[in-house]
């Protein structure tokens, strides 16, 4: 498609559940990247992936969180034993990977409302 | 930490220019200057970017100084629909991580 979609808008867990994010990126974008905003204005990078393989995983927290992105399926980010703190805005992104195109920029999707009761 | 620093918030009048500074004084040669704006609580929406030279598309216009280490994004007449938090960001391209710093939360004013 010519938008990142994420799904769901939003997911309500109680407390210990878990939690399973999606996001299909733009069809031909190689990257995808998480971004979890937990106030307004404060986005933390989470992960990226070049096509099914991680790039960078250097925000991803040691435990409970794990994401994926398999060929033909949109990409997850799944959250184990869900906690209060995990409340936030969990935004996808890609980007295009062409030849000479390096400063190519990432397209965001509207994001997914976490909400940890 | 993001490697920018921007005004917390600015106002500008509705039909006027808006001027969004932007310093980025650590900033190395292969690295570009993006800006993004988050309107309420959609996705950051991606404006312009640039490297050295001045750039301008159909939203904006970019300028960089020329020693690289503060830009200004124009937003040549403003609208309502404009209020947002606009953010500055440096990076390498495509498959770098964007660090987002606090951003400047503009308000068009009627």
């Known amino acids: 498609g010519e938008e990142v979609a994420q799904t769901p808008k939003h997911l309500v867990r109680g407390e210990g559940q878990k939690a399973k994010l999606y996001c299909a990126p733009i069809?031909?974008?190689?990257?995808v990247f998480w971004y979890q905003q937990v106030l307004k204005n404060e986005f933390k990078f989470l992960i990226s992936f070049q096509n099914e393989n991680v790039f960078d995983e250097t925000g991803m927290p040691k435990e409970r969180f794990s994401a994926k992105c398999l060929p033909n399926s949109p990409c997850s980010l799944e959250i184990q034993a869900t906690k209060l703190e995990d409340s936030a805005v969990y935004f996808c992104a890609s980007s295009q990977s062409t030849a000479g195109g390096y400063n190519q920029p990432q397209h965001f999707g509207d994001g997914t409302r976490l909400s940890i009761l | 930490d993001a490697k920018t620093t921007q005004p917390t918030s600015m106002d500008c009048a509705e039909g006027r220019a808006a001027n969004l500074p932007c310093n980025h004084s650590t900033i190395s040669g292969n690295e570009y200057v993006y800006w993004y704006r988050q309107i309420h609580s959609q996705g950051p929406q991606y404006i312009i970017h640039?490297?050295?030279n001045n750039e301008t598309n159909e939203m904006a216009s970019l300028i960089i100084t020329e020693d690289r280490k503060s830009s200004t994004l124009i937003l040549p007449h403003a609208t309502l629909r404009d209020t947002a938090v606009y953010y500055c960001i440096v990076s390498l391209g495509v498959d770098d991580k964007i660090i987002f710093g606090k951003g400047t939360r503009l308000h068009i004013l009627p």
């Open positions: 069809k031909g974008h190689s990257y």
């Open positions: 640039g490297l050295k």
